[in-house]
């Protein structure tokens, strides 16, 4: 059985990796690959009725997923389609592409510390949409905002999902993990894009506001209305979380609810055409679909392997063979890049104990930092990397030459931060 899942799942890797020869979509070969697994899963099962129980507890844990990226690019969309990044984008008036690059990284970088690197990724490339017409200029700023997004959202409990699981099992407290991941961190963005600085030279090319621009249809205030409230409703879903003890997707999807009601009651008095050009459901229809469904086969996959016991097997085999924890939590980074990070951290949390390694312990936090920067390295190595391939069409093997080797490059830079620290200060 674990021959044919991991060939499965190799099979279904190569397949989204070389979409462009196969001339197949990568959300076909994703859905694919995500139900096979399961078929495989429950033909060498002893018992069906344990899979089927399996399979319905992981749904759960991805639809929470699903529900949330909904939301967040339906709310997205809705801002888009009131022009309210305009109020933003005109605020960043430089187009110099070095300085650009740096100014969009650092906004990224603490917006994910607040929001997460999801809803961050989702923001900053419908952003970038905005201040940069050149596709293939954009596509590079867009892989620098996946690095970003990904190394704020690490030292802080809610800017990951795997922080977030360490925050909530207990093997990390909020001060704590936001004092000692904070340089690594600031390391593996300020690396990356020291390094693509070199690369850039010249100005971007800006969108021009064109006579039939959905302004038109909007004044100002509404324009500030809807991008004030929907950012707000984003950057409220963790304290949503906070004071309910509900996943984030509910607080998610409260907020949408409430922006909903709102622009049904402002534009209530417009024209059919306008109405129904500013309305939410007309926001639903533009978000891509694809993507969402491309989340559903991946996650399935993963969660297919983890529920086999092979993640478990991988991770126990590393801790006996390798033995040594930097070493083994680096590793878990950047298998992180190839296999999903939650089952990955969900797998180290079974196997090392609090008893054995209390909270804050070297483990913990190093493990934090890992898992939630090593997915940058692979464009489908983190939630943040398969939401800007969906939005922007990336190739895989564009992001490999292009973007992989400055995440990783910012990965060592953040380690090796981080290991010293530990060795100079022992704090």
């Known amino acids: ?106 906004i990224t970088f603490f917006l994910s510390a607040i929001l997460d690197n999801l809803t961050t990724t989702i923001v900053m490339v419908a952003l970038l949409r905005k201040l940069i017409k050149n596709h293939y200029d954009r596509l590079l700023f867009v892989g620098i905002v996946v690095i970003a997004a990904n190394a704020g959202g690490a030292w802080t409990p809610i800017g990951d ?13 909020t001060a704590n993990i936001m004092m000692k991941l904070f340089l690594p961190s600031m390391a593996c963005l300020i690396i990356p894009l020291a390094a693509v600085s070199f690369q850039l030279h010249g100005n971007v090319e800006r969108m021009h506001k064109t006579e039939t621009s959905k302004g038109k249809l909007v004044t100002k205030t509404q324009q500030r209305i809807i991008l004030a409230l929907g950012l707000l409703v984003l950057i409220l879903v963790p304290v949503f979380k906070t004071y309910t003890d509900l996943p984030p997707f509910m607080g998610m999807l409260l907020g949408l609810a409430l922006l909903w009601v709102l622009t049904e009651i402002m534009h209530k008095s417009d024209v059919n055409d306008e109405k129904q050009h500013l309305s939410l459901v007309r926001a639903l229809h533009r978000i891509d679909i694809s993507t969402v469904l491309f989340f559903l086969g991946i996650l399935l996959a993963i969660a297919a392997l983890e529920s086999s016991g092979i993640l478990s097997s991988v991770a126990m085999w590393l801790n006996k063979v390798v033995g040594n924890l930097s070493i083994i939590v680096m590793s878990i980074g950047l298998s992180s890049a190839i296999i999903d990070n939650v089952p990955l951290v969900a797998a180290t949390q079974g196997m090392y104990s609090l008893t054995e390694y209390p909270m804050n312990h070297f483990i913990w936090e190093f493990l934090a930092y890992c898992a939630g920067t090593g997915g940058s390295i692979l464009i489908i190595g983190s939630a943040a990397g398969v939401a800007a391939m969906g939005m922007e069409k990336i190739d895989f093997f564009w992001y490999v030459k292009k973007i992989s080797w400055l995440a990783f490059l910012g990965y060592l830079a953040g380690a090796g931060i981080y290991l010293l620290q530990e060795s100079i200060f022992q704090f």
């Open 1 to 106: 059985m674990t021959t044919i899942l991991l060939a499965i799942f190799g099979i279904g890797y190569a397949g989204i990796a070389f979409e462009n020869n196969l001339k197949i979509n990568k959300t076909a070969i994703a859905l694919l690959t995500g139900v096979l697994s399961w078929v495989a899963f429950m033909y060498f099962a002893a018992d069906k009725s344990v899979v089927n129980l399996k399979l319905l507890e992981h749904l759960g844990d991805i639809s929470s997923i699903l529900f949330f990226l909904l939301g967040a690019m339906t709310i997205i969309e809705l801002i888009d389609s009131h022009d309210g990044f305009e109020i933003i984008t005109d605020f960043i008036t430089q187009t110099n592409k070095r300085t650009l690059i740096w100014i969009i990284g650092f």
């Open 161 to 173: 999902v795997t922080t977030t699981m360490l925050w909530i099992g207990g093997q990390i407290s």
